[in-house]
């Protein structure tokens, strides 16, 4: 079973970082581009950031474009989000998921996703 493991979040002031990681099991990251998205209380799921299988393509929303940063380590099955300059806007559950597609950005791409990280953003 493909399995897609969150971890990092928490409580943070603004204007504050914190860094989410994803673990992934062998067979569901090896060769395939990751995302993370976010969901905020009461809107839809959004998209935040995606790295290509070889980290050397990314993209980002333009909410955090030149905040967040993305990154991958193979080795270790795990893909980042390095977040700085937090804002309570940011305030989310963060969900990793594996692309499958070819549209970056499009939920319907990502075809694994994990349960999710809390992050709050205090004002």
């Known amino acids: 079973q493909a399995q897609l493991v969150e971890s990092g979040g928490g409580l943070v002031q603004a204007g504050g970082s914190l860094r989410l990681s994803c673990a992934a099991s062998g067979r569901t990251f090896s060769g395939y581009a990751m995302g993370w998205f976010r969901q905020a209380p009461g809107k839809e799921r959004e998209f935040v950031a995606d790295?290509?299988?070889?980290?050397?393509?990314?993209d980002y929303a333009n909410t955090v474009k030149g905040r967040f940063t993305i990154s991958r380590d193979n080795a270790k099955s795990t893909v980042y989000l390095q977040m700085t300059s937090l804002k309570p806007e940011d305030t989310a559950v963060y969900y990793c998921?594996?692309?499958?597609?070819?549209?970056?950005?499009?939920?319907?791409?990502?075809?694994?996703w994990g349960q999710g990280t809390q992050v709050t953003v205090s004002s």
């Open positions: 998921a594996r692309r499958r597609g070819l549209f970056i950005a499009a939920a319907r791409e990502y075809d694994y």
């Open positions: 790295i290509s299988w070889t980290g050397a393509d990314t």
